[in-house]
């Protein structure tokens, strides 16, 4: 029976390190700068864009256009599907059986990266 129990555990962790081996590496999604991401990917970035509504702000003379609101070397991050669509209704889960779940939604100053093999900056 041991014998066949130290069989059985190793063809579970065979399995195992082949199931890991087969995931597909995800591809670089995020850049340090600009300059960076050009040189990597070969593609420019001609502008930079932004919410509707920050367009509107910037049109009244509100705010800056945004090339004057980035920082200097801004991280630049491909989306994972696609950007998202701006304004709506932002639907919170809040129960008071829920404990903590809200601290899970916040933007880290530092986060793993998409194939958690490295830290990057969270908050860009």
Same mark, same amino acid.
């Given at each position: 029976?041991?014998?066949?129990?130290?069989?059985?555990?190793?063809?579970?962790?065979?399995?195992? =390190?082949? /199931? /890991?081996?087969?995931?597909?590496? +995800?591809? *670089?999604?995020?850049?340090? @700068?600009?300059?960076?991401?050009?040189?990597?990917?070969?593609?420019?970035?001609?502008?930079? !864009?932004?919410?509707?509504?920050?367009?509107?702000?910037?049109?009244?003379?509100?705010?800056?256009?945004?090339?004057?609101?980035? &920082?200097? +070397?801004? *991280?630049?991050?491909?989306?994972?599907?696609?950007? =998202? *669509?701006? =304004? =709506? /209704?932002? !639907?919170? &889960?809040? +129960?008071?059986?829920?404990?903590?779940?809200?601290?899970?939604?916040?933007? &880290? &100053?530092?986060?793993?990266?998409? +194939?958690? @093999?490295?830290?990057?900056?969270?908050?860009?």
């Amino acid at each position: 029976m041991r014998k066949l129990t130290v069989i059985l555990l190793s063809v579970v962790i065979a399995l195992l =390190g082949l /199931t /890991t081996m087969s995931v597909a590496k +995800d591809s *670089q999604a995020y850049w340090n @700068t600009p300059q960076e991401y050009e040189e990597t990917t070969g593609n420019k970035i001609e502008k930079f !864009h932004e919410a509707p509504m920050l367009r509107t702000m910037v049109a009244a003379g509100e705010i800056p256009p945004v090339e004057k609101r980035l &920082p200097e +070397d801004p *991280q630049v991050i491909v989306p994972v599907e696609e950007i =998202g *669509q701006y =304004g =709506g /209704t932002w !639907h919170l &889960p809040d +129960d008071p059986w829920m404990g903590n779940l809200r601290m899970i939604m916040y933007d &880290p &100053p530092v986060r793993w990266n998409r +194939d958690y @093999t490295a830290y990057i900056p969270g908050l860009v």
